[in-house]
């Protein structure tokens, strides 16, 4: 499994912006795609964006597409999700994942390696 961290949280404005960090290790990630799910409490984890880290072809669910951009950093294993416009419901704990085929996946259960979560407030 790949370890993860996430950084980058924290409490913002409507309209403002933030951009969260999920260091990876412990795998070689060419062959991997690298997610960003959310999580509010009494819902389910949903579906953000994905990336595969070979190609760098993002994938966005509708909910945060025009605004949140997904990006890796090869040379430092790391994932990114830049997060522009933000809005009150877009207010969760913020997770990273991988998942070991390079295929895009934005299912919850393709991924096998979590981090332990970022939370993300937005005021209105």
């Known amino acids: 499994q790949v370890q993860l961290v996430e950084s980058g949280g924290g409490l913002v404005q409507a309209g403002d912006s933030l951009r969260l960090s999920c260091a990876a290790s412990?795998?070689?990630?060419?062959?991997?795609?690298m997610g960003w799910f959310r999580q509010t409490p009494g819902k389910e984890r949903e579906y953000v964006a994905a990336?595969?880290?070979?190609?760098?072809?993002?994938y966005y669910a509708d909910a945060v597409k025009g605004r949140f951009t997904i990006s890796r950093d090869n040379a430092k294993n790391t994932v990114y999700l830049q997060m522009n416009s933000l809005k009150p419901e877009d207010t969760a704990v913020y997770y990273c994942?991988?998942?070991?085929?390079?295929?895009?996946?934005?299912?919850?259960?393709?991924?096998?390696?979590w981090g332990q979560g970022t939370q993300v407030t937005v005021s209105s």
């Open positions: 412990g795998r070689t990630l060419i062959f991997y795609t």
């Open positions: 990336i595969t880290w070979r190609t760098g072809t993002a």
């Open positions: 994942a991988a998942r070991p085929r390079p295929d895009g996946s934005t299912w919850l259960s393709d991924y096998d390696s």
